[in-house]
């Protein structure tokens, strides 16, 4: 019976997340709502209704609340050694630099913005949203300039990794999360208190960014297929779900201990699938099919490996 209770209380949180994707994937495959209309909705999340959560989140701490050092180093390391032994893999099979970075990227860099930070928040409550913005700086600062750069400097031999990574730096300085968090630590910093009537409107952005993002989600898997593509992605997605919350893991066991709770979020967000805009990322390379498959496959396993891990955490 406690077990049976135990289960439902899980579905109570990862069913009506996955609930919502279903929504928005049937509200465009009936044509109840425009496929163009998603992109625009996912803009909106990511350019106002998240930031504004996230700079909510951080403003309300203490700095030594905020910045955890433990926390960077296990997820950063964790991440960077999934996309290492992706990559190996991949190099393995014969695949290109450009395909070997973008695989490893797919199972190394989480959808902790749209899936993440709902699931996590459902379950462990507001603190969690700091470590969704931690992940957030490793995911963007870390890994996608780490598969940039690969990628870029082998697809043109006269690019140089510094001018790869400059570039990334100035599109981050426009990135309205990056710029949510450094907002944040700043308000944190200088003790800078929020005007109500301001408050008021970011904290209706922030409740509108969790069906939001999911539905958007829904959306984006229309059209996607995985037929002719399983034996090219199954080990991208295995990287994803198992093996990227597996390396962080271990670094939280290898590295002094911290926060019980962000250890929990470290682990859960890297178990994650990866970013909505993956697909978009492989076109740059030819390979978007790969990309759009992988995000399929491993958005819908998720729901059950997410279920499980919260279960397996849960029963600790």
Not at 82 to 91: E, M, N, T
Not at 231 to 248: A, E, Q
Not at 298 to 308: K, L, N, P, W, Y
């Amino acid at each position: 019976m406690k077990e049976t209770f135990e289960i439902l209380s899980i579905l109570a949180i990862t069913g009506p997340i996955f609930s919502i994707i279903g929504i928005g994937y049937l509200a465009v495959r009936f044509h109840q709502f425009p496929k163009e209309g998603i992109r625009p909705l996912g803009q909106f999340v990511l350019g106002y209704a998240l930031p504004a959560m996230i700079f909510r989140a951080i403003a309300a701490k203490h700095l030594n609340e905020i910045i955890d050092l433990h926390y960077l180093l296990a997820y950063g390391a964790g991440s960077v050694l999934a996309f290492g032994l992706v990559f190996l893999v991949s190099k393995n099979r014969r695949l290109g630099l450009e395909s070997s970075a973008i695989s490893a990227l797919g199972s190394s860099s989480s959808n902790s913005a749209f899936i993440g930070f709902p699931i996590v928040v459902s379950y462990l409550g507001s603190k969690a949203m700091i470590g969704v913005a931690l992940s957030m700086i490793i995911e963007n600062v870390l890994m996608l300039p780490l598969m940039l750069v690969i990628a870029e400097c082998a697809r043109n031999k006269e690019i140089y990794p510094v001018s790869v990574i400059m570039k990334c730096g100035r599109e981050l300085s426009k990135n309205m999360l990056v710029i949510a968090v450094i907002l944040g630590f700043l308000a944190t910093l200088f003790q800078i208190k929020i005007p109500e009537s301001i408050g008021n409107v970011i904290d209706m952005f922030a409740y509108a960014s969790g069906a939001v993002a999911l539905f958007a989600i829904g959306g984006v898997l229309v059209g996607l297929e995985l037929r002719g593509k399983i034996c090219d992605i199954s080990y991208i997605v295995f990287g994803k779900l198992i093996l990227h919350p597996l390396m962080v893991t271990l670094l939280i066991f290898l590295i002094p201990s911290f926060d019980r709770t962000l250890q929990t979020v470290a682990i859960l967000l890297a178990a994650m699938p990866m970013m909505s805009v993956y697909p978009i990322l492989g076109q740059r390379y030819n390979l978007e099919g790969v990309c759009a498959a992988s995000l399929l496959l491993a958005t819908s396993c998720s729901f059950i490996t997410v279920s499980a891990l919260i279960w397996f955490i849960h029963s600790l």
